[in-house]
């Protein structure tokens, strides 16, 4: 059963890079023709797509993060991480990643973790 962890600091202040991790188990990321994301909630509005990774370590991002976004990831390791630069308050969120290209074809999420974006 594949599941996924999130995993990162809960406060970042402003201009800085917030950096998330997601643990994979269960299931290889370098499985073929899978998809990676990474989805944010900010409080009282609805789920944003970020960006994500395929199996074969290609990018995708929303234009409306892509100057600023970064996705990697360490196949040793079973991760992808997420990197968005310049943070400001309107950052914070609740980060999921999930398995899938978007937020509709998403079956599996992480549980999600609290950033805060404060100084």
């Known amino acids: 059963q594949v599941q996924l962890q999130e995993s990162g600091p809960g406060l970042v202040k402003p201009s800085q890079t917030l950096s998330l991790t997601c643990s994979v188990s269960?299931?290889?990321?370098?499985?073929?023709?899978?998809?990676w994301s990474w989805i944010r909630q900010p409080p009282g509005k609805g789920l944003e797509w970020i960006g994500y990774?395929?199996?074969?370590?290609?990018?995708v991002y929303s234009p409306s993060f892509e100057s600023r976004t970064s996705i990697s990831r360490d196949t040793s390791k079973n991760l992808f991480t997420l990197q968005l630069s310049s943070v400001t308050p309107e950052d914070t969120a609740v980060y999921y990643c999930?398995?899938?290209?978007?937020?509709?074809?998403?079956?599996?999420w992480g549980q999600g973790t609290q950033v805060t974006v404060s100084s």
């Open positions: 990774i395929t199996s074969s370590a290609i990018t």
């Open positions: 269960g299931g290889s990321i370098t499985a073929y023709y899978s998809y």
């Open positions: 999930a398995r899938g290209g978007t937020v509709f074809s998403a079956t599996l």
